[in-house]
């Protein structure tokens, strides 16, 4: 305990575990949308078509990088909830040994 705080590191566990998970929805999510690809003559034979199509490809490509980063950040997050959980129960046994509370 320090400042009058308690962490309890099965708390930031459990959250690394529900950060991990949704990470793994996104990507998911991710991978789907990554395969909607869709042909020309899916946007018709219209003046516009062409532009139409050249926009989906670019957002399709640029929200599938959006998405991927998110689900590196994600990771990252979880990674770190972890490393913090470990880091505050190394203390607490060292703290409890010193004080003699611990084996």
Request: glycine content about 12%.
């Given at each position: 305990m320090s400042g009058g705080f308690d962490v309890?590191?099965?708390a930031l566990r459990k959250y690394a575990k529900a950060v991990d998970a949704a990470a793994g929805r996104i990507d998911g999510i991710r991978s789907r949308t990554q395969q909607l690809e869709l042909t020309q003559e899916t946007f018709g034979k219209l003046p516009e078509s062409d532009n139409l199509k050249a926009d989906y490809d670019t957002q399709r490509k640029e929200s599938g990088k959006d998405l991927a980063d998110a689900v590196d950040t994600l990771y990252a997050i979880a990674d770190a909830l972890k490393d913090?959980?470990?880091?505050?129960?190394g203390t607490e046994m060292d703290n409890s040994g010193m004080m003699g509370g611990g084996s």
């Amino acid at each position: 305990m320090s400042g009058g705080f308690d962490v309890e590191g099965d708390a930031l566990r459990k959250y690394a575990k529900a950060v991990d998970a949704a990470a793994g929805r996104i990507d998911g999510i991710r991978s789907r949308t990554q395969q909607l690809e869709l042909t020309q003559e899916t946007f018709g034979k219209l003046p516009e078509s062409d532009n139409l199509k050249a926009d989906y490809d670019t957002q399709r490509k640029e929200s599938g990088k959006d998405l991927a980063d998110a689900v590196d950040t994600l990771y990252a997050i979880a990674d770190a909830l972890k490393d913090s959980a470990a880091a505050y129960d190394g203390t607490e046994m060292d703290n409890s040994g010193m004080m003699g509370g611990g084996s």
